[in-house]
């Protein structure tokens, strides 16, 4: 004992770290115990809590009107919105070089010309050289044509001569050969060299006029090929002038007088202004739509669906759209209407980015009549087209819905009351119906719509009951009372007042949203 004693205190710093090992450990031992008496205590206080105690609520349920989700067949507008563009876009080029001699005023960005009227003109002086250049040559030709026919009129008589001369010096050899031992051996060769002469005569005579005809065929070509570059030049001295393709709007202009042109230089933009187009998107949806409208209204035999029979194995049907009246509305000018027919693919495909197929609607006329004067449909003009079908039942159901305009809520959405509680559901209102004048005991009329919802996998179905009264700060599961409920009609006379509490009070107890 006395030993270690002295070792421990001849080592100072091994005493140091026993007392503080020491002290280590009573820090955690009193912290352990604080923690277990806080826990102890709490169990002990919670074992002396009262349960709370449940009082009846005060607050009224709110009361609501409803109406019941029905199917939906009848007419049905689809509202698209487009981009006026161009029927045709005309760039005009030259089709002869020179230097521009005339510019017209009408030749100006922004004009309105008239089919053949005057835009440019390219110097013609050498083109009208060239068409004299090429009525000489013309003439000429003709010259040797005659001159030809003369040749081969004087060679028939030159043989007719030749075939003469031959038969009498074929008469005298034969004289000769009688009398060839009166004779002597010379005269009779004399008489047979003539013969032969004669003969060979009457051989080049015929060669001379076979080569005056071939002459004359080669004459006839060499003719049409002169006419044939006389017209040509004519051609070129007309295309010198250049002149409006239609009824149009000079778009943009790339030349001044004075300039020299080649051909192929693009000389100006025309856009013809006779129909005009609309470029819409159409959602795959919205197509099948159209095609199921057309096959329907074929099938009644209707003359709207002239054009829209497809035929049972027809392969390209795929790739042709159902021609469907379009009423087409600018926004600025809602009373401005414009008659239009959908009739194709712009292009082919879905577009990579709206996933929607773009479509061309075409407007037979352009510019209407209207109290205010004319309007035309112009490039870039931003319209809304409403295209009209008639929905019918079919076999199956419906692919809309039918609810009172009052149920739509700002966001999309509405309520409906399942055992008395709201649930919100999203819809999306593809058109509103009139249902006809309403009207509160003879203190006048309004107007009521219905609104067409598309029938959708989160959305209302066939018989929900949808509210159609104001609401205060609704939120899911609230609990509800149904005050009075019925089905939407086109003669539905609903009251679309704020329904009051129970209390009697006289305070609203539904305030509108809306």
Same mark, same amino acid.
């Given at each position: 004992?006395?030993v270690?004693?002295?070792?421990?205190?001849?080592?100072?710093?091994?005493?140091r770290? $026993?007392?503080?090992v020491?002290?280590?450990?009573?820090?955690?031992?009193?912290?352990?115990?604080i923690?277990?008496?806080?826990?102890?205590?709490?169990?002990?206080?919670? $074992?002396?809590?009262?349960?709370?105690?449940?009082?009846?609520?005060?607050?009224?349920v709110?009361?609501v009107?409803?109406?019941?989700?029905?199917?939906?067949?009848?007419?049905?507008?689809?509202?698209?919105?487009?981009?006026?563009?161009?029927?045709?876009?005309?760039?005009?080029?030259?089709?002869v070089?020179?230097?521009?001699?005339?510019?017209?005023?009408?030749?100006?960005?922004?004009?309105?010309?008239?089919?053949?009227?005057?835009?440019?003109?390219?110097?013609?002086? #050498?083109?009208?050289?060239?068409i004299?250049?090429?009525s000489?040559?013309?003439?000429?030709?003709?010259?040797?044509?005659?001159?030809?026919?003369?040749?081969?009129?004087?060679?028939?008589?030159?043989?007719?001569?030749?075939?003469?001369?031959?038969?009498?010096?074929?008469s005298?050899?034969?004289?000769?050969?009688?009398?060839?031992?009166?004779?002597?051996?010379?005269?009779?060769?004399?008489?047979?060299?003539?013969?032969?002469?004669?003969?060979?005569?009457?051989?080049?005579?015929?060669?001379?006029?076979?080569?005056?005809?071939?002459?004359?065929?080669?004459?006839?070509?060499?003719l049409?090929?002169?006419?044939?570059?006389?017209e040509?030049? #004519?051609?070129?001295?007309?295309?010198?002038?250049?002149?409006?393709?239609?009824?149009? =709007?000079?778009?943009?202009?790339?030349?001044?007088?004075?300039?020299?042109?080649?051909?192929?230089?693009?000389?100006?933009?025309?856009?013809?202004?006779?129909? $005009?187009?609309v470029?819409?998107n159409?959602t795959?949806?919205?197509?099948?739509?159209?095609?199921?409208?057309?096959?329907?209204?074929?099938?009644?035999?209707?003359?709207?669906?002239?054009?829209?029979?497809?035929?049972?194995?027809?392969?390209?049907?795929?790739?042709?759209l159902?021609?469907?009246?379009?009423?087409?509305?600018?926004?600025?000018?809602?009373?401005?209407?414009?008659?239009?027919?959908?009739?194709?693919?712009?292009?082919?495909?879905?577009?990579?980015?709206?996933?929607?197929?773009?479509?061309?609607?075409?407007?037979?006329?352009?510019?209407?009549?209207?109290?205010a004067?004319?309007?035309?449909?112009?490039?870039?003009m931003?319209?809304?087209?409403?295209?009209?079908?008639?929905?019918?039942m079919?076999?199956g159901? $419906?692919?809309?819905?039918?609810?009172?305009e009052?149920?739509?809520?700002?966001?999309?959405?509405?309520?409906?009351? =399942?055992?008395?509680?709201?649930?919100?559901?999203?819809?999306?209102v593809?058109?509103?119906?009139?249902?006809?004048p309403?009207?509160?005991?003879?203190?006048?009329?309004?107007?009521?719509?219905?609104?067409?919802?598309?029938?959708? #996998?989160?959305?209302?179905?066939?018989?929900?009951?949808v509210?159609?009264?104001?609401?205060?700060?609704?939120?899911?599961?609230?609990?509800?009372?149904?005050?009075?409920?019925?089905?939407?009609?086109?003669?539905?006379?609903?009251?679309?007042?704020?329904? #009051?509490?129970?209390?009697?009070?006289?305070?609203?107890?539904?305030?509108?949203?809306?």
């Amino acid at each position: 004992m006395n030993v270690s004693t002295e070792v421990m205190n001849k080592n100072p710093a091994h005493s140091r770290r $026993s007392r503080a090992v020491t002290q280590e450990a009573v820090k955690y031992l009193i912290s352990f115990v604080i923690v277990a008496a806080g826990i102890i205590g709490f169990i002990v206080l919670k $074992s002396f809590q009262k349960p709370p105690v449940t009082r009846p609520s005060t607050s009224l349920v709110p009361q609501v009107e409803t109406r019941e989700v029905a199917s939906y067949a009848g007419q049905l507008d689809m509202e698209v919105t487009g981009i006026v563009v161009p029927y045709r876009e005309i760039r005009v080029a030259a089709e002869v070089a020179g230097r521009i001699t005339r510019k017209t005023p009408a030749c100006e960005a922004g004009q309105f010309v008239r089919k053949g009227e005057l835009l440019l003109e390219i110097d013609p002086e #050498e083109y009208g050289l060239e068409i004299k250049t090429q009525s000489a040559n013309v003439e000429q030709a003709k010259r040797r044509i005659e001159e030809n026919a003369l040749q081969i009129a004087g060679e028939e008589k030159n043989i007719e001569l030749a075939k003469a001369d031959l038969k009498l010096q074929q008469s005298e050899y034969r004289r000769n050969e009688r009398l060839k031992d009166a004779l002597s051996r010379s005269e009779v060769d004399r008489s047979r060299r003539a013969v032969i002469a004669a003969e060979s005569a009457l051989t080049l005579r015929r060669n001379n006029l076979t080569a005056l005809k071939a002459a004359a065929t080669r004459l006839e070509s060499a003719l049409d090929v002169s006419k044939r570059q006389f017209e040509k030049a #004519e051609m070129n001295l007309r295309r010198a002038t250049v002149v409006a393709p239609e009824d149009g =709007v000079i778009v943009n202009e790339m030349v001044q007088e004075g300039d020299f042109v080649a051909r192929g230089t693009q000389l100006l933009t025309f856009e013809d202004t006779r129909q $005009s187009e609309v470029l819409c998107n159409l959602t795959l949806a919205e197509l099948n739509q159209i095609r199921k409208n057309a096959a329907a209204l074929a099938g009644q035999g209707s003359d709207s669906s002239e054009g829209t029979n497809i035929a049972e194995g027809d392969l390209n049907a795929v790739y042709r759209l159902p021609k469907t009246p379009v009423t087409i509305e600018d926004p600025a000018n809602p009373g401005v209407i414009w008659d239009g027919v959908l009739e194709r693919f712009d292009g082919i495909g879905v577009d990579s980015v709206t996933k929607t197929i773009p479509c061309r609607i075409a407007v037979k006329k352009p510019i209407v009549d209207t109290d205010a004067g004319q309007f035309a449909l112009v490039r870039g003009m931003f319209v809304r087209c409403r295209l009209e079908f008639q929905i019918s039942m079919g076999d199956g159901e $419906s692919p809309y819905l039918s609810i009172p305009e009052q149920a739509v809520q700002p966001n999309h959405h509405i309520w409906t009351v =399942v055992d008395n509680r709201l649930k919100r559901k999203p819809i999306k209102v593809v058109d509103y119906v009139a249902t006809g004048p309403l009207g509160d005991s003879g203190q006048g009329f309004s107007n009521a719509r219905l609104a067409i919802i598309a029938r959708t #996998e989160h959305g209302p179905k066939t018989g929900d009951q949808v509210v159609v009264s104001p609401l205060s700060q609704p939120s899911d599961d609230s609990e509800v009372e149904i005050a009075s409920s019925g089905r939407a009609t086109k003669n539905d006379n609903t009251n679309n007042g704020p329904i #009051e509490s129970a209390s009697g009070s006289g305070s609203s107890a539904l305030e509108d949203v809306r």
